[in-house]
């Protein structure tokens, strides 16, 4: 049987309008009391109705993350990062996994205006999705463009795409291949290939760019190239497989650079070359945005991008 607020009253020996106080942090109650009411909610898996709470005016102290998959180990640990630090500030969270499916995304952004979530953390890569325009709870955006006025959190790409670059050219590669992910959109990932272009351009270094979207890695690779630069990890441990099964040395004659730097991959392949995006800080401004937007919807608030590093660097 489900549980009522009548039954935590009875269980904590207090009255209805207590337990209601302590749910909603309505005036003031000894440590005493709201530890009892925390107890016999807690025995009897008592779930506060946060829709109702939302009727009634109240915060529903649910925030709902929005990412395209979390298979990838970058986003897993973000969203992890996120819903941890989101729990110790008095919030739980509603997970949807978009599997970069606009059908999807459009469900599930139905479903958390629905149970009246305090706001959303989007990390979507469906782009062009028009209800974003028209949420009325706070957004905030990670590396994507939604729409005008919903602030973006994110690293620098393009500092990214030339570290990256600048690290190959040194390491003395001679047949260059750089994937590229092609995105049309004005969000800032597209600001990585741009870093490599630059870079490659002021230094007169000549490289083959594919599409990643139009080829068949195990195909194309290992080939003549002696080094890659990959748009994320998971494709350069691919590549890097593929090479040393071919029977390249990898640091030796061949090289590959990553991309996200998650935690778990510098923990499998500790040395492989990856650009780094900072996991514990862009929860911390994730956050940081979205209750700044909580607590005044109509603040305009600027844009972040916070800085990236190249890791595991291998001796030339």
Not at 91 to 107: F, P, V
Not at 196 to 203: A, F, G, K, S, T
């Amino acid at each position: 049987m489900v549980a009522k607020l009548k039954d935590v009253a009875k269980l904590a020996g207090v009255s209805v309008t207590t337990v209601s106080r302590v749910i909603n942090n309505y005036g003031s109650l000894s440590k005493k009391t709201i530890y009892k009411v925390h107890q016999a909610m807690q025995e009897l898996n008592y779930q506060p109705n946060a829709l109702a709470r939302a009727m009634q005016g109240k915060p529903s102290n649910f925030i709902g993350l929005i990412f395209p998959n979390l298979t990838n180990p970058f986003y897993a640990e973000l969203v992890n990062e996120l819903e941890s630090r989101l729990f110790a500030k008095g919030y739980k969270t509603i997970i949807a996994s978009a599997a970069e499916n606009e059908q999807i995304e459009h469900e599930y952004l139905g479903m958390l205006m629905a149970n009246q979530v305090d706001g959303i953390i989007s990390g979507s890569h469906n782009l062009g999705i028009e209800e974003y325009k028209q949420v009325g709870a706070p957004i905030v955006s990670f590396d994507r463009y939604l729409a005008e006025g919903i602030p973006i959190v994110t690293s620098d790409s393009y500092s990214g795409g030339r570290l990256a670059a600048d690290y190959l050219v040194n390491w003395g590669c001679q047949n260059l291949a750089v994937l590229i992910d092609e995105d049309t959109s004005s969000s800032p990932t597209i600001n990585r290939v741009q870093g490599v272009v630059d870079y490659m351009n002021e230094h007169d270094f000549e490289y083959t760019p594919l599409d990643v979207n139009e080829i068949q890695v195990e195909a194309v690779f290992p080939g003549d190239f002696d080094g890659v630069l990959a748009p994320d990890d998971e494709f350069a441990l691919q590549i890097r497989s593929l090479a040393e099964r071919a029977g390249k040395v990898f640091g030796k004659d061949f090289i590959v650079t990553g991309y996200n730097g998650s935690h778990l991959v510098q923990k499998i392949a500790p040395d492989l070359p990856t650009v780094v995006r900072p996991v514990d800080s862009l929860a911390d401004e994730l956050i940081d945005t979205l209750l700044k937007r909580i607590a005044d919807p109509t603040k305009p608030l600027p844009s972040k991008e916070l800085p990236v590093r190249l890791a595991n660097p291998l001796p030339n």
